[in-house]
């Protein structure tokens, strides 16, 4: 290996223009430097006012003060965002106004799936609302500003695909659908998050379906992909008082995925919530607490869609990314890619849950 030189400006390859020497006539060089700035799959941020109406609307929440032991969920928006980069929702190679932005009124390009043989999310526009203002120690307000952002997008008559954050942002999320109808919640969870109340606290993430269950407007809840060990005899009784339905990790992997989702009733109002838990500890070690015997990747994906094709799909949740204890991205990107496939079955099925254009010629129907 040749030592380095010291004293020397570096030489610049013929054709690369040094920025300080830059003009008007390297404008063509200059348009190939760009800030970036992550987005859920690189879809345009919310338009001032809530314009433009796109059919899928982000919203992070990096919130984690409902976690046990290991904090970090806070970083999984921004670590998902950063993941979902490599599918990109237009080309960024495509001219100016043709993008494919939601922005422009022009339909998303979506992507061809080689697994599934055809294109997804054709049509589907999507947005970035950006995150909820998360402020320190302030619970009520900070739970409050997560009903208010879900709110306002379902006021805007978008799907809300919230990404946490730890499992507490699932109840604030929830709560924003009271007086729209009746909800069916699904949980793909490793955990049954039911806990009534430990030292007095009864909003973290071990409590979320129990506050769920308490909403008047929340007929039941599927919980799938189970496997944690229970100390609390009271949880479990006030489980089975309740009617939890589920489909623990070992009765997914006998039966298979299509035989999990049939626990959920046909043809509900469902709100989907996937705690990336579900997968196993070496699918996905990004997580505050992962649990051995999990869920494989396609095991989990295979699950949603089905319920996602068995249901009407009205909100989404993607939770417990923690970047920290990730390494080579595995969690955010298993994370990115499950909320694409999910949304596929959700809008790519006859029957998805806001009215649809027409089907696109060459957008294919197999499943
Ligand atoms: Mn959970």
Redesign the pocket.
């Known amino acids: 290996m040749r030592a380095v030189r010291a004293r020397r400006a570096p030489r610049v390859p013929a054709g690369v223009p040094r920025l300080e020497t830059a003009s008007a006539s390297d404008g063509a060089a200059l348009a190939g430097l760009r800030v970036r700035h992550h987005t859920f799959f690189g879809a345009p941020p919310r338009e001032p006012g809530g314009g433009g109406r796109p059919r899928v609307a982000f919203l992070g929440a990096p919130f984690d003060l409902g976690t046990t032991l290991r904090p970090g969920a806070r970083f999984g928006p921004e670590a998902v965002r950063a993941a979902s980069a490599w599918w990109q929702y237009a080309r960024d190679d495509a001219a100016p106004g043709s993008s494919g932005r939601a922005a422009d009124g022009r339909p998303a390009e979506g992507w061809y799936d080689l697994d599934c043989r055809r294109w997804i999310l054709r049509g589907v526009s999507m947005a970035d609302w950006g995150d909820v203002r998360i402020t320190p120690t302030d619970l009520t307000a900070n739970l409050d500003r997560i009903t208010a952002g879900v709110r306002a997008i379902l006021d805007a008559g978008s799907l809300p695909v919230v990404v946490g954050g730890d499992?507490a942002v699932t109840y604030p999320a929830i709560r924003a659908f009271a007086g729209r109808g009746p909800l069916h919640i699904v949980q793909l969870?490793s955990?049954q998050?039911f806990n009534d109340e430990r030292h007095g606290v009864r909003f973290g993430?071990g409590n979320v379906m129990r506050r769920a269950s308490e909403l008047p407007f929340v007929t039941g809840i599927t919980q799938i992909g189970l496997r944690s060990l229970q100390k609390y005899t009271d949880t479990l009784d006030a489980a089975r008082r309740y009617g939890l339905r589920t489909v623990s990790a070992s009765e997914l992997r006998r039966g298979g995925p299509r035989a999990a989702a049939a626990a959920v009733p046909a043809g509900v109002r469902c709100y989907l919530t996937l705690?990336i838990?579900a997968l196993d500890i070496a699918s996905a070690p990004g997580t505050g607490t992962p649990e051995p015997g999990g869920l494989m990747f396609t095991e989990m994906r295979d699950a949603a869609r089905a319920i996602a094709r068995r249901c009407r799909v009205v909100g989404v949740d993607l939770v417990?990314v923690s970047p920290p204890y990730d390494w080579a991205e595995v969690t955010a990107r298993a994370a990115a890619r499950l909320l694409l496939d999910v949304l596929s079955a959700i809008f790519d099925s006859p029957g998805g849950p806001i009215p649809k254009r027409p089907p696109r010629a060459g957008a294919g129907r197999r499943r």
């Open positions: 499992h969870d955990h998050d993430h705690d838990d417990e």
